[in-house]
């Protein structure tokens, strides 16, 4: 960090990306059973995935769930993937244009 100025002088940045993980990992141990944990898990990676792929992942499990009941065809599931959704299914905040 002496010679590249853009590199932090502490770890508070990783230490805060890593915390929700590590939380979400604590939590689900209070999941009650083990498939309630495989179903916490699930939701955890769908939700993380979407978070990486900057997709809201409330828009993003409301239009996949409504996909998949409408009949999208198993064939075409890499459709469905958080990296391949439209980005602009992100709601835009209240009072914006």
Same mark, same amino acid.
């Given at each position: 960090? *002496? !010679? +590249?100025?853009? *590199?932090?002088?502490?770890?508070? =940045?990783?230490? $805060?990306?890593?915390? %929700?993980?590590? *939380?979400?990992?604590?939590?689900?141990?209070?999941?009650?059973?083990?498939?309630?944990?495989? $179903?916490? #898990?699930?939701? #955890?990676?769908?939700?993380?995935?979407?978070?990486?792929? +900057?997709? $809201? %992942?409330?828009?993003?499990? #409301?239009?996949?769930? !409504?996909?998949?009941? $409408?009949?999208? =065809?198993?064939?075409?599931? !890499? +459709? *469905?993937? %958080?990296?391949?959704?439209?980005? #602009?299914?992100? %709601? &835009? =905040? &209240?009072?914006?244009?």
């Amino acid at each position: 960090f *002496l !010679e +590249d100025g853009r *590199l932090e002088l502490d770890t508070n =940045p990783v230490e $805060n990306a890593i915390r %929700p993980v590590a *939380l979400t990992r604590k939590n689900a141990l209070f999941a009650g059973h083990e498939i309630g944990a495989e $179903n916490w #898990a699930l939701l #955890a990676s769908i939700v993380a995935t979407c978070k990486l792929s +900057d997709v $809201n %992942p409330v828009a993003y499990l #409301a239009e996949i769930l !409504e996909a998949i009941l $409408n009949g999208h =065809p198993q064939s075409r599931v !890499e +459709d *469905l993937m %958080p990296w391949n959704f439209r980005k #602009a299914s992100s %709601p &835009k =905040p &209240k009072g914006i244009a």
